[in-house]
T-cell receptor
Framework: NAGVTQTPKFQVLKTGQSMTLQCAQD?????MYWYRQDPGMGLRLIYY???????DKGEVPNGYNVSRLNKREFSLRLESAAPSQTSVYFC??????????????FGPGTRLTVL | SQQGEEDPQALSIQEGENATMNCSYK?????LQWYRQNSGRGLVHLIL?????REKHSGRLRVTLDTSKKSSSLLITASRAADTASYFC??????????FGQGTRLTINP
């Protein structure tokens, strides 16, 4: 999983608890992404950050917030976890050239279970 | 809703055979990408084909793109046990984000 660190690798929460998933890339690229993957499904985009200082909603943003802390780090926060947020969460990054949809590089994922 | 639809959802073949997976999409694109995901791991980029390209090769992989039919295919030749994985197509529409399909689960039997 080239250049992407995700923490934690596993997490179990109770309904209503909050947590922050951390992601850092070491390639100094512009764009970063958070996806969720449910069993037997493809990836669905939660939020993305096309460049430092900007964030935008993806397909499934409800129940999540994000922070682009700097060019390297992009965190995902669950303010009040719900069982429907049980999933595997992937962070990714890309060069982020304007007008292009670049190759994305993925982290190893965080497996989250909400009881 | 997801842009790409892969077909078949699951494919099981013998080692050495060729594997073909198809992807259909709905809107115009500027490129289409294929990714592989081994069980429990993150996605790994395989190949990118631009909307003005019709065919692209990378090692044992061959990708075709037919923009008139809004479809793409991924061919893996001379399959190996290590090719066992899920394969996803993803479409790019000019912004920085990709839209992924639901994937094809490929099993290579020894």
């Amino acid at each position: 999983n080239a250049g992407v660190t995700q923490t934690p690798k596993f997490q179990v929460l109770k309904t209503g608890q909050s947590m922050t998933l951390q992601c850092a890339q070491d390639m100094n690229h512009n764009s970063m992404y958070w996806y969720r993957q449910d069993p037997g499904m493809g990836l669905r985009l939660i939020y993305y950050s096309a460049s430092e200082g900007t964030t935008d909603k993806g397909e499934v943003p409800n129940g999540y917030n994000v922070s682009r802390l700097n060019k390297r780090e992009f965190s995902l926060r669950l303010e009040s976890a719900a069982p429907s947020q049980t999933s595997v969460y992937f962070c990714a990054f890309s060069m982020g050239l304007a007008g292009h949809t670049d190759t994305q590089y993925f982290g190893p994922g965080t497996r989250l279970t909400v009881l | 809703s997801q842009q790409g639809e892969e077909d078949p959802q699951a494919l099981s073949i013998q080692e050495g055979e060729n594997a073909t997976m198809n992807c259909s999409y709905k809107t115009s694109i500027n490129n289409l990408q294929w990714y592989r995901q081994n069980s429990g791991r993150g996605l790994v980029h395989l190949i990118l084909i631009r909307s003005n390209e019709r065919e692209k090769h990378s090692g044992r992989l061959r990708v075709t793109l037919d923009t008139s039919k809004k479809s793409s295919s991924l061919l893996i030749t001379a399959s190996r046990a290590a090719d066992t994985a899920s394969y996803f197509c993803a479409t790019g529409q000019g912004a920085q984000k990709l839209v992924f399909g639901q994937g094809t689960r490929l099993t290579i039997n020894p």
